[in-house]
């Protein structure tokens, strides 16, 4: 693992090398650590209430929606297997599987 999450005194989020360096705000709440593949993390969205959630790419700053809504005070997160490599989830009757790896 070369990438650590943490928090300011202020509460804002952000990401950095152990060493220190490249510190860089987050937006959202974390939900999968450690990242998986050392680049990617799971954020839930929403002000109040979970609205949705998406994969965050830590080396492009992108994001994707994965089309996984809030149920009331609640959301179904994405699950990852051993490797950090494949993400899975259903919505609906479909399943849903994402290698990371893939990714570019």
Same mark, same amino acid.
Request: hydrophobic residues 35%; charged residues 25%.
């Given at each position: 693992?070369?990438?650590?999450?943490?928090? $300011? %005194?202020e509460?804002?989020?952000?990401f #950095?090398? #152990?060493?220190g360096s490249? =510190?860089k %705000?987050?937006?959202?709440?974390?939900?999968? %650590?450690? *990242?998986? =593949?050392d680049?990617?993390?799971i954020?839930?969205?929403g002000?109040r209430?979970?609205?949705?959630v998406?994969?965050?790419d830590l080396? $492009?700053?992108?994001s994707?929606? @994965?089309g996984i =809504?809030?149920?009331g005070?609640?959301?179904?997160?994405?699950? $990852?297997? #051993? $490797?950090?490599? *494949? *993400?899975?989830?259903t919505l609906k009757?479909? @399943?849903y *599987?994402?290698? @990371? %790896?893939r990714i #570019?």
């Amino acid at each position: 693992m070369t990438i650590c999450l943490g928090q $300011t %005194a202020e509460g804002e989020l952000f990401f #950095r090398h #152990r060493d220190g360096s490249s =510190q860089k %705000a987050i937006p959202g709440r974390v939900h999968s %650590a450690p *990242l998986t =593949q050392d680049r990617f993390y799971i954020s839930a969205y929403g002000a109040r209430m979970p609205a949705g959630v998406g994969l965050y790419d830590l080396d $492009t700053g992108k994001s994707g929606y @994965l089309g996984i =809504q809030g149920e009331g005070n609640s959301i179904r997160l994405p699950s $990852t297997d #051993r $490797t950090g490599r *494949l *993400l899975s989830y259903t919505l609906k009757d479909d @399943l849903y *599987l994402v290698d @990371l %790896a893939r990714i #570019r």
